[in-house]
């Protein structure tokens, strides 16, 4: 992807390159909104779980469980989905069950699994009467490579971004073009950025990103 392509690259085009080449995929914790729905790739099956009975109704997966994400190995068995994903869902765990959900993760894919979370710790509370939203935990780059994922910064720099990612100043659009503007810088240094792409290949297959 040219630098060009990076400024223009939304945490969603980010997302979808890093599914790959997957055919089938596995959206832990979906919400009403997924990101795949704004993926311009279409996947031979996916399949949607959350506890949240609103999350059904969004009719971006061909299948929904409303189950507790942390329940996974008792709805799917292992190695049934080619890439098993968690955007924006690990933050509202606690630390040590955002462990035993990597671990189902990675036991359900075949390929790989990736996440898309805050760059650390950002408090959020309820909202749309969805006591699931609250924030309960924060990773950093460090962390989640201690983890064995490959991290990518995501959303341009930190710095610009404050809860459910709006700008910290105004004119909203002004800021959300530099914020844009930043991204390519980021990449790299996703220390620097608003929130963290993570990736683990777990086929040993070399990764398709740059």
């Not at 790739?41 to 949607?48: A, D, N």
């Not at 002004?174 to 220390?191: I, N």
Request: charged residues 30%; negative net charge.
């Amino acid at each position: 992807m040219s630098v060009l392509d990076r400024v223009s690259a939304t945490p969603e085009h980010l997302m979808e390159e890093a599914v790959g080449d997957a055919r089938t995929v596995l959206d832990v914790g979906c919400g009403t909104n997924s990101p795949l729905g704004r993926f311009r790739r279409r996947y031979e099956r996916t399949v949607g779980v959350d506890l949240f009975p609103a999350a059904a109704d969004s009719g971006i997966h061909d299948e929904y469980r409303l189950i507790d994400i942390l329940e996974l190995d008792q709805e799917f068995a292992e190695n049934s989905f080619d890439a098993v994903v968690a955007f924006d869902v690990i933050e509202h765990l606690s630390t040590s069950d955002v462990g035993k959900l990597l671990d189902l993760m990675e036991r359900i894919a075949r390929r790989r699994i990736v996440v898309h979370t805050p760059n650390g710790f950002l408090p959020q509370d309820e909202y749309e009467g969805n006591p699931l939203q609250v924030h309960r935990s924060g990773w950093s780059a460090e962390e989640m490579r201690s983890l064995g994922f490959r991290v990518f910064g995501s959303n341009g720099l930190r710095v610009l971004r404050g809860e459910e990612g709006r700008t910290r100043w105004r004119p909203d659009r002004f800021w959300g073009v530099v914020a844009r503007l930043t991204q390519p810088f980021v990449h790299r240094r996703p220390s620097l950025a608003y929130q963290l792409l993570c990736v683990k290949e777990l086929d040993g297959s070399a990764s398709t990103r740059s």
